[in-house]
């Protein structure tokens, strides 16, 4: 099974973006889906997670700004992203755990700029 994200692109400080994260196939008992990023200098973080009851969390630079949600029946995990900053260019991944086993997308590039 495989993580297939999508949605990025380069948009203009302020602009939005949508990201969406579907699997390839059935992953039974997910619990927590979410984003990481990666940025040009290799550091990565937490963007933000969901479990499989809807609590969120997010990580402080985004706070505010994006959303995390998620279609249990799609097995897929979408992250709108408002008020872009140049500072959120970045590769961002998704992920999702399903019973201590971990699954990543394979990144999508986004660039925004000021």
């Known amino acids: 099974v495989q993580l297939q994200a999508s949605g990025g692109g380069l948009v203009q400080a302020g602009g939005s973006l949508r990201l969406s994260c579907v699997a390839s196939?059935?992953?039974?008992?997910?619990?927590?889906m979410g984003w990481y990023r990666q940025f040009p200098g290799g550091q990565r973080e937490l963007v933000a997670v969901?479990?499989?009851?809807?609590?969120?969390n997010y990580g402080d630079a985004v706070k505010g700004r994006f959303t995390i949600s998620r279609d249990n029946a799609e097995q897929a995990v979408y992250l709108q992203m408002n008020s872009l900053r140049p500072e959120d260019t970045a590769v961002y991944y998704c992920?999702?755990?399903?019973?201590?086993?971990?699954?990543w997308g394979q990144g999508t590039q986004v660039t925004v700029s000021s």
């Open positions: 992920y999702y755990m399903a019973r201590g086993i971990s699954y």
């Open positions: 196939g059935t992953i039974f008992k997910v619990n927590a």
């Open positions: 969901i479990s499989d009851s809807g609590i969120t």
